[in-house]
Protein backbone atom coordinates (compact mmCIF):
# COMPACT_ATOMS: atom_id res chain seq x y z
CA UNK A 1 0.00 0.00 0.00
CA UNK A 2 0.99 3.46 -0.63
CA UNK A 3 -0.21 7.40 0.04
CA UNK A 4 0.39 10.11 -1.55
CA UNK A 5 1.66 12.80 0.54
CA UNK A 6 1.08 16.48 -0.60
CA UNK A 7 3.05 19.29 0.52
CA UNK A 8 0.97 22.20 1.88
CA UNK A 9 2.25 25.63 3.05
CA UNK A 10 -0.72 27.09 5.32
CA UNK A 11 -0.09 27.69 8.96
CA UNK A 12 -1.61 25.31 11.26
CA UNK A 13 -4.19 26.40 13.84
CA UNK A 14 -6.66 24.79 15.81
CA UNK A 15 -7.62 22.39 19.22
CA UNK A 16 -7.00 18.99 18.98
CA UNK A 17 -7.05 16.03 21.24
CA UNK A 18 -5.24 13.06 20.51
CA UNK A 19 -5.75 9.43 21.39
CA UNK A 20 -4.89 7.71 24.87
CA UNK A 21 -1.62 6.91 25.95
CA UNK A 22 -0.27 3.60 24.86
CA UNK A 23 1.83 2.98 27.86
CA UNK A 24 -0.70 3.73 29.77
CA UNK A 25 -3.67 1.61 28.37
CA UNK A 26 -1.25 -1.27 28.05
CA UNK A 27 -0.97 -1.28 31.88
CA UNK A 28 -4.28 -0.60 32.74
CA UNK A 29 -5.92 -3.57 30.83
CA UNK A 30 -2.95 -5.71 32.49
CA UNK A 31 -3.87 -4.54 36.22
CA UNK A 32 -7.56 -4.36 35.58
CA UNK A 33 -6.77 -8.49 34.54
CA UNK A 34 -4.78 -9.06 37.59
CA UNK A 35 -7.13 -7.00 40.20
CA UNK A 36 -10.06 -8.17 41.61
CA UNK A 37 -13.38 -6.24 40.79
CA UNK A 38 -14.49 -4.18 37.96
CA UNK A 39 -12.04 -2.16 36.57
CA UNK A 40 -13.67 0.91 33.77
CA UNK A 41 -10.81 2.45 31.41
CA UNK A 42 -12.01 5.13 29.54
CA UNK A 43 -10.27 6.93 26.64
CA UNK A 44 -8.15 3.49 25.99
CA UNK A 45 -6.15 3.76 22.85
CA UNK A 46 -8.06 1.68 20.14
CA UNK A 47 -4.70 0.87 18.58
CA UNK A 48 -3.33 -2.42 17.21
CA UNK A 49 -0.46 -2.81 19.92
CA UNK A 50 -2.88 -2.18 22.97
CA UNK A 51 -5.35 -4.32 21.22
CA UNK A 52 -2.70 -7.47 21.06
CA UNK A 53 -2.49 -6.56 24.96
CA UNK A 54 -6.21 -6.72 25.68
CA UNK A 55 -6.44 -9.82 23.65
CA UNK A 56 -3.42 -11.32 25.54
CA UNK A 57 -5.53 -11.32 28.81
CA UNK A 58 -9.10 -12.89 27.00
CA UNK A 59 -6.73 -15.42 26.14
CA UNK A 60 -6.04 -16.00 29.60
CA UNK A 61 -9.98 -16.20 30.62
CA UNK A 62 -10.39 -12.44 31.17
CA UNK A 63 -13.84 -10.83 30.27
CA UNK A 64 -12.79 -7.93 29.12
CA UNK A 65 -16.05 -5.82 26.83
CA UNK A 66 -14.69 -3.04 24.61
CA UNK A 67 -17.14 -0.40 23.66
CA UNK A 68 -14.67 1.71 21.20
CA UNK A 69 -12.48 3.37 23.85
CA UNK A 70 -14.50 2.43 26.53
CA UNK A 71 -12.95 -0.80 28.56
CA UNK A 72 -14.80 -2.40 31.14
CA UNK A 73 -12.62 -5.39 32.86
CA UNK A 74 -14.02 -7.91 35.40
CA UNK A 75 -11.17 -9.02 37.20
CA UNK A 76 -11.02 -11.95 39.67
CA UNK A 77 -7.94 -11.48 41.16
CA UNK A 78 -4.21 -12.91 39.32
CA UNK A 79 -5.26 -16.54 40.61
CA UNK A 80 -7.77 -16.68 38.04
CA UNK A 81 -5.99 -15.93 35.26
CA UNK A 82 -5.57 -19.62 32.98
CA UNK A 83 -3.33 -21.45 30.94
CA UNK A 84 -3.83 -19.73 26.96
CA UNK A 85 -4.74 -22.39 24.77
CA UNK A 86 -3.32 -21.25 21.99
CA UNK A 87 -0.13 -18.90 21.57
CA UNK A 88 -0.57 -15.52 21.63
CA UNK A 89 -0.42 -12.99 18.66
CA UNK A 90 1.63 -10.11 20.18
CA UNK A 91 1.90 -8.49 16.67
CA UNK A 92 4.01 -5.36 16.92
CA UNK A 93 4.32 -4.76 20.24
CA UNK A 94 7.46 -4.59 22.22
CA UNK A 95 5.62 -2.97 25.46
CA UNK A 96 3.04 -6.07 25.56
CA UNK A 97 6.01 -8.88 25.39
CA UNK A 98 8.37 -7.75 28.05
CA UNK A 99 5.50 -6.82 30.48
CA UNK A 100 3.55 -9.59 29.68
CA UNK A 101 6.89 -11.65 30.45
CA UNK A 102 6.93 -10.55 33.53
CA UNK A 103 3.74 -10.97 34.63
CA UNK A 104 3.82 -14.53 33.14
CA UNK A 105 6.66 -15.76 35.10
CA UNK A 106 4.82 -15.65 38.13
CA UNK A 107 1.70 -17.98 36.84
CA UNK A 108 1.71 -21.69 37.09
CA UNK A 109 1.06 -22.41 33.49
CA UNK A 110 2.66 -22.26 30.12
CA UNK A 111 2.39 -20.15 27.19
CA UNK A 112 3.87 -19.27 23.91
CA UNK A 113 4.46 -15.70 22.76
CA UNK A 114 5.24 -14.84 19.24
CA UNK A 115 5.12 -11.33 17.12
CA UNK A 116 5.45 -10.12 14.13
CA UNK A 117 8.82 -10.35 11.75
CA UNK A 118 10.25 -6.89 13.68
CA UNK A 119 8.99 -7.69 16.86
CA UNK A 120 10.76 -11.04 16.29
CA UNK A 121 13.88 -9.21 15.94
CA UNK A 122 14.04 -7.39 19.55
CA UNK A 123 16.04 -8.42 22.05
CA UNK A 124 14.08 -10.02 24.86
CA UNK A 125 17.21 -11.29 27.01
CA UNK A 126 16.53 -7.89 28.74
CA UNK A 127 13.72 -9.12 30.71
CA UNK A 128 14.32 -13.35 30.35
CA UNK A 129 17.65 -12.96 32.32
CA UNK A 130 16.24 -10.97 35.42
CA UNK A 131 13.03 -12.85 34.93
CA UNK A 132 14.64 -16.39 35.06
CA UNK A 133 17.11 -15.44 37.93
CA UNK A 134 13.45 -14.75 39.82
CA UNK A 135 12.60 -18.86 39.04
CA UNK A 136 10.96 -18.36 35.50
CA UNK A 137 11.68 -20.99 32.76
CA UNK A 138 11.65 -19.01 29.90
CA UNK A 139 13.12 -20.38 26.40
CA UNK A 140 13.26 -19.61 22.88
CA UNK A 141 15.14 -18.70 19.37
CA UNK A 142 18.84 -18.13 20.55
CA UNK A 143 18.58 -19.58 24.34
CA UNK A 144 15.07 -17.49 24.81
CA UNK A 145 16.47 -13.81 23.57
CA UNK A 146 13.94 -13.81 20.53
CA UNK A 147 10.61 -14.47 20.18
CA UNK A 148 9.19 -17.00 19.71
CA UNK A 149 9.37 -17.62 23.68
CA UNK A 150 7.91 -20.65 25.75
CA UNK A 151 7.69 -19.15 29.36
CA UNK A 152 6.55 -21.57 32.60
CA UNK A 153 6.08 -19.62 35.39
CA UNK A 154 5.24 -20.62 38.93
CA UNK A 155 7.38 -19.56 42.50
CA UNK A 156 9.12 -16.44 42.24
CA UNK A 157 11.88 -15.24 44.33
CA UNK A 158 12.26 -11.29 44.97
CA UNK A 159 15.52 -10.15 43.65
CA UNK A 160 17.35 -6.53 43.87
CA UNK A 161 18.32 -5.55 40.35
CA UNK A 162 20.23 -3.12 38.58
CA UNK A 163 19.25 -2.60 35.55
CA UNK A 164 21.74 -1.88 32.53
CA UNK A 165 19.59 -0.83 30.25
CA UNK A 166 17.80 2.60 30.24
CA UNK A 167 14.05 1.15 29.42
CA UNK A 168 11.12 1.29 31.45
CA UNK A 169 10.03 -2.44 29.83
CA UNK A 170 13.16 -3.80 31.68
CA UNK A 171 11.83 -1.86 34.83
CA UNK A 172 8.62 -2.55 34.55
CA UNK A 173 8.66 -6.48 34.10
CA UNK A 174 10.74 -6.94 37.12
CA UNK A 175 8.57 -4.95 39.32
CA UNK A 176 5.37 -6.92 37.88
CA UNK A 177 7.14 -10.19 38.31
CA UNK A 178 7.99 -8.57 42.11
CA UNK A 179 4.59 -8.20 42.32
CA UNK A 180 3.84 -11.79 42.01
CA UNK A 181 6.90 -13.01 44.05
CA UNK A 182 7.76 -13.93 47.96
CA UNK A 183 9.22 -11.14 49.16
CA UNK A 184 10.46 -7.57 48.00
CA UNK A 185 11.78 -6.63 44.96
CA UNK A 186 14.00 -3.76 44.25
CA UNK A 187 14.72 -2.53 40.67
CA UNK A 188 17.56 0.30 40.63
CA UNK A 189 17.89 2.14 37.57
CA UNK A 190 20.69 4.72 36.87
CA UNK A 191 18.40 6.71 34.75
CA UNK A 192 14.92 7.62 35.73
CA UNK A 193 12.35 6.04 32.70
CA UNK A 194 8.61 6.84 32.29
CA UNK A 195 6.58 5.89 36.08
CA UNK A 196 3.49 4.77 34.67
CA UNK A 197 3.90 1.56 35.75
CA UNK A 198 4.45 2.46 39.66
CA UNK A 199 1.50 5.36 39.85
CA UNK A 200 -0.54 2.21 38.39
CA UNK A 201 0.15 -0.47 41.26
CA UNK A 202 -1.03 2.46 43.75
CA UNK A 203 -3.98 3.56 41.66
CA UNK A 204 -5.12 0.10 41.54
CA UNK A 205 -5.23 -0.36 45.80
CA UNK A 206 -1.05 -1.78 45.89
CA UNK A 207 2.42 -0.05 48.12
CA UNK A 208 5.31 1.00 46.39
CA UNK A 209 8.25 2.53 47.49
CA UNK A 210 10.52 4.78 45.69
CA UNK A 211 13.62 6.24 46.93
CA UNK A 212 16.04 8.07 44.98
CA UNK A 213 17.43 5.75 42.02
CA UNK A 214 15.63 2.09 43.74
CA UNK A 215 12.16 1.35 43.26
CA UNK A 216 10.95 -1.32 45.75
CA UNK A 217 7.69 -3.74 45.64
CA UNK A 218 6.29 -5.87 48.18
CA UNK A 219 4.81 -9.41 46.37
CA UNK A 220 1.65 -10.95 46.80
CA UNK A 221 -0.11 -7.70 47.47
CA UNK A 222 -3.73 -8.18 45.92
CA UNK A 223 -4.86 -5.08 43.47
CA UNK A 224 -8.47 -3.80 43.53
CA UNK A 225 -10.40 -3.19 40.52
CA UNK A 226 -10.62 0.58 39.57
CA UNK A 227 -11.47 3.48 37.46
CA UNK A 228 -8.64 4.78 34.84
CA UNK A 229 -8.97 7.75 32.63
CA UNK A 230 -5.65 7.49 30.37
CA UNK A 231 -4.81 10.86 29.44
CA UNK A 232 -3.65 11.64 25.64
CA UNK A 233 -0.65 10.53 24.29
CA UNK A 234 2.33 13.21 24.20
CA UNK A 235 4.34 10.87 21.80
CA UNK A 236 1.12 11.31 19.18
CA UNK A 237 0.66 14.77 19.91
CA UNK A 238 4.40 15.74 18.82
CA UNK A 239 4.28 15.13 15.77
CA UNK A 240 1.78 18.00 15.90
CA UNK A 241 3.76 20.24 18.16
CA UNK A 242 6.66 19.98 15.70
CA UNK A 243 4.39 20.14 13.06
CA UNK A 244 3.48 23.63 14.13
CA UNK A 245 6.76 24.78 15.59
CA UNK A 246 8.50 24.35 12.73
CA UNK A 247 6.07 26.66 10.78
CA UNK A 248 5.79 30.11 11.97
CA UNK A 249 2.15 32.18 12.80
CA UNK A 250 1.04 28.51 13.91
CA UNK A 251 -0.80 28.04 16.83
CA UNK A 252 -1.77 24.92 17.95
CA UNK A 253 -3.03 23.56 20.91
CA UNK A 254 -3.40 20.16 22.40
CA UNK A 255 -5.93 19.31 25.05
CA UNK A 256 -5.70 17.19 27.73
CA UNK A 257 -2.37 15.36 27.21
CA UNK A 258 -0.31 13.53 29.95
CA UNK A 259 2.32 15.25 30.82
CA UNK A 260 3.89 13.07 33.28
CA UNK A 261 7.53 14.69 34.06
CA UNK A 262 8.93 11.65 32.87
CA UNK A 263 7.22 11.75 29.28
CA UNK A 264 8.01 15.47 28.55
CA UNK A 265 11.47 15.68 27.33
CA UNK A 266 9.83 17.19 24.16
CA UNK A 267 8.30 20.01 25.63
CA UNK A 268 12.32 20.75 26.96
CA UNK A 269 13.78 20.00 23.97
CA UNK A 270 11.54 22.54 21.71
CA UNK A 271 12.00 25.15 24.61
CA UNK A 272 15.56 24.95 24.16
CA UNK A 273 14.99 25.18 20.12
CA UNK A 274 13.71 28.82 20.76
CA UNK A 275 10.03 26.92 20.27
CA UNK A 276 6.90 28.92 22.10
CA UNK A 277 5.28 27.03 24.01
CA UNK A 278 3.14 26.82 26.99
CA UNK A 279 1.49 23.77 29.26
CA UNK A 280 -1.48 24.54 31.44
CA UNK A 281 -1.69 21.74 34.08
CA UNK A 282 -4.85 20.81 34.65
CA UNK A 283 -6.09 17.76 36.71
CA UNK A 284 -3.93 14.67 38.01
CA UNK A 285 -5.99 10.95 37.69
CA UNK A 286 -4.48 8.05 38.95
CA UNK A 287 -1.01 9.88 39.82
CA UNK A 288 -0.51 11.45 35.97
CA UNK A 289 -0.68 14.69 35.27
CA UNK A 290 -3.10 16.17 32.43
CA UNK A 291 -2.80 19.40 30.93
CA UNK A 292 -3.49 21.36 27.78
CA UNK A 293 -0.19 22.09 25.03
CA UNK A 294 0.03 25.12 23.33
CA UNK A 295 2.56 25.66 20.76
CA UNK A 296 3.16 28.80 18.41
CA UNK A 297 5.20 28.54 15.35
CA UNK A 298 8.81 30.18 15.95
CA UNK A 299 12.33 30.37 15.04
CA UNK A 300 14.22 27.40 15.92
CA UNK A 301 17.92 26.79 16.66
CA UNK A 302 19.96 23.73 16.91
CA UNK A 303 21.14 22.18 20.10
CA UNK A 304 22.12 19.09 22.02
CA UNK A 305 20.33 16.19 23.21
CA UNK A 306 21.97 13.29 25.30
CA UNK A 307 22.17 12.33 28.65
CA UNK A 308 19.43 11.92 31.22
CA UNK A 309 16.58 13.52 29.11
CA UNK A 310 16.81 10.74 26.52
CA UNK A 311 14.57 8.66 28.11
CA UNK A 312 12.03 11.35 28.70
CA UNK A 313 11.66 11.48 24.99
CA UNK A 314 13.26 8.07 23.36
CA UNK A 315 10.01 7.49 21.22
CA UNK A 316 9.97 11.35 19.61
CA UNK A 317 13.50 11.30 18.64
CA UNK A 318 12.64 10.58 14.52
CA UNK A 319 10.30 13.39 14.92
CA UNK A 320 12.19 15.59 16.47
CA UNK A 321 15.25 14.92 13.98
CA UNK A 322 13.15 16.36 11.25
CA UNK A 323 12.59 19.17 13.47
CA UNK A 324 16.10 19.92 13.91
CA UNK A 325 16.61 19.69 10.03
CA UNK A 326 14.48 22.99 9.85
CA UNK A 327 15.73 24.73 12.69
CA UNK A 328 18.93 27.00 11.89
CA UNK A 329 22.62 25.38 13.04
CA UNK A 330 23.65 21.65 14.09
CA UNK A 331 21.76 19.45 15.81
CA UNK A 332 23.64 16.43 17.96
CA UNK A 333 21.49 13.49 19.07
CA UNK A 334 23.50 10.98 21.40
CA UNK A 335 23.32 8.55 24.29
CA UNK A 336 20.71 7.12 22.66
CA UNK A 337 21.70 4.20 21.45
CA UNK A 338 18.41 2.33 22.37
CA UNK A 339 17.06 3.32 19.81
CA UNK A 340 18.64 0.42 17.49
CA UNK A 341 16.03 -2.03 19.50
CA UNK A 342 12.93 -0.27 18.35
CA UNK A 343 10.39 -1.65 16.23
CA UNK A 344 13.20 -0.56 13.22
CA UNK A 345 16.78 0.91 14.36
CA UNK A 346 15.58 4.19 13.81
CA UNK A 347 19.16 5.88 14.33
CA UNK A 348 19.49 4.09 10.61
CA UNK A 349 16.42 4.23 9.91
CA UNK A 350 15.77 7.91 10.57
CA UNK A 351 19.67 8.72 8.79
CA UNK A 352 18.66 6.67 5.81
CA UNK A 353 14.60 8.43 5.60
CA UNK A 354 15.56 12.05 5.84
CA UNK A 355 18.47 11.44 3.54
CA UNK A 356 16.40 10.02 1.07
CA UNK A 357 14.43 13.69 1.24
CA UNK A 358 17.51 15.52 1.10
CA UNK A 359 18.53 16.27 4.27
CA UNK A 360 21.72 16.46 5.96
CA UNK A 361 22.06 14.08 8.45
CA UNK A 362 25.01 11.69 9.61
CA UNK A 363 24.66 8.44 11.89
CA UNK A 364 26.95 8.03 14.56
CA UNK A 365 27.00 5.05 17.19
CA UNK A 366 24.59 6.12 19.74
CA UNK A 367 22.81 8.74 17.43
CA UNK A 368 22.76 11.21 14.63
CA UNK A 369 24.10 15.08 13.82
CA UNK A 370 21.41 16.86 12.01
CA UNK A 371 21.84 19.79 9.36
CA UNK A 372 19.89 22.08 9.64
CA UNK A 373 18.24 24.79 7.29
CA UNK A 374 17.48 21.91 4.89
CA UNK A 375 14.99 21.85 2.06
CA UNK A 376 13.10 18.75 1.93
CA UNK A 377 12.92 17.67 -1.58
CA UNK A 378 10.39 14.84 -1.75
CA UNK A 379 10.50 11.49 -2.91
CA UNK A 380 9.85 7.88 -2.42
CA UNK A 381 10.22 6.27 1.06
CA UNK A 382 8.98 3.56 3.00
CA UNK A 383 7.74 3.10 6.63
CA UNK A 384 9.62 -0.09 7.10
CA UNK A 385 6.96 -0.67 8.96
CA UNK A 386 7.52 1.69 11.56
CA UNK A 387 4.48 3.78 12.77
CA UNK A 388 6.97 6.47 14.32
CA UNK A 389 9.08 6.70 11.33
CA UNK A 390 5.98 6.89 8.90
CA UNK A 391 3.78 9.58 10.93
CA UNK A 392 7.61 11.64 10.98
CA UNK A 393 7.29 10.82 7.41
CA UNK A 394 4.01 12.69 7.07
CA UNK A 395 4.99 15.99 8.51
CA UNK A 396 8.43 15.78 6.38
CA UNK A 397 5.73 16.12 3.29
CA UNK A 398 4.21 19.50 5.29
CA UNK A 399 7.53 21.03 4.68
CA UNK A 400 8.61 19.48 1.10
CA UNK A 401 8.77 21.11 -1.96
CA UNK A 402 7.63 17.96 -3.93
CA UNK A 403 4.78 15.03 -3.09
CA UNK A 404 6.42 11.93 -0.81
CA UNK A 405 5.05 8.72 -1.97
CA UNK A 406 4.91 6.95 1.72
CA UNK A 407 5.07 2.91 1.17
CA UNK A 408 3.51 1.36 4.30
CA UNK A 409 1.74 3.84 6.01
CA UNK A 410 -0.99 0.95 7.65
CA UNK A 411 1.58 0.75 10.22
CA UNK A 412 0.59 3.89 12.31
CA UNK A 413 -2.42 1.94 13.07
CA UNK A 414 -0.47 1.10 16.22
CA UNK A 415 -0.28 3.96 17.74
CA UNK A 416 -2.66 6.43 16.18
CA UNK A 417 -5.44 4.76 13.76
CA UNK A 418 -6.88 7.84 13.11
CA UNK A 419 -3.27 10.16 12.62
CA UNK A 420 -4.19 11.22 8.73
CA UNK A 421 -8.17 12.43 10.06
CA UNK A 422 -6.88 14.26 12.73
CA UNK A 423 -3.75 15.82 10.79
CA UNK A 424 -6.09 16.98 8.32
CA UNK A 425 -8.27 18.22 10.77
CA UNK A 426 -5.48 20.98 12.21
CA UNK A 427 -4.35 21.70 8.19
CA UNK A 428 -7.74 22.44 6.95
CA UNK A 429 -8.62 24.94 10.21
CA UNK A 430 -6.22 26.87 9.10
CA UNK A 431 -7.22 27.15 5.25
O1 LIG B 1 7.23 1.14 29.00
C1 LIG B 1 6.69 1.58 27.98
O2 LIG B 1 5.46 1.69 27.86
C2 LIG B 1 7.57 2.01 26.87
C3 LIG B 1 8.90 2.20 27.10
C4 LIG B 1 9.87 2.59 26.06
O3 LIG B 1 10.59 1.45 25.67
P1 LIG B 1 11.91 0.95 26.46
O4 LIG B 1 11.56 0.66 27.84
O5 LIG B 1 12.35 -0.28 25.74
O6 LIG B 1 12.88 2.07 26.31
C5 LIG B 1 9.19 3.17 24.84
O7 LIG B 1 10.09 3.25 23.76
C6 LIG B 1 7.97 2.37 24.43
O8 LIG B 1 7.31 2.99 23.35
C7 LIG B 1 6.96 2.27 25.55
C1 LIG C 1 9.02 1.55 20.84
C2 LIG C 1 7.68 1.64 20.80
O1 LIG C 1 6.80 0.71 21.27
P1 LIG C 1 7.01 -0.81 21.72
O2 LIG C 1 8.37 -0.96 22.34
O3 LIG C 1 5.89 -1.09 22.65
O4 LIG C 1 6.87 -1.66 20.46
C3 LIG C 1 7.04 2.88 20.27
O5 LIG C 1 5.82 2.98 20.41
O6 LIG C 1 7.71 3.76 19.70
Redesign the pocket.
Given at each position: MIRKLEPNYAPLAGEISVPGD??IS??AVMFGAMAAGITKITNFLDGEDCLRTLEAFRAMGVSIQKQETDITIHGKGIKHLKEPHDPIDLGNS??TT??LLGILSGLPFHTTLFGDESLSKRPMDRVAVPLRSMGAKIDGREHGKYLPLAVRGGDLTSIVYQTP????????AILLAGLLADGQTTVKEKTV??D??ENMIQAFGGVIEKNDDAISIKGKQSLTGTDIHVPGDI?SAAFFLVAAAMRQESVVTIKDVGINPTRTGILDVLEQMGADIKMEEKRAIGGEPIGDITVKGSRLHGVEIGGDII?RL??EIPILALLASQASGTTVIKDAE?LR??ETDRIQVVVHTLSQLGINIKATEDGMIVEGNQKVIGGEVDSYGDHRIGMMIAIASLVSTNPIILHNPSCIAVSYPAFFDDLEQILSISS
Open positions: KSHRGTRLIKSAQVKSTRHTSPIDEYK
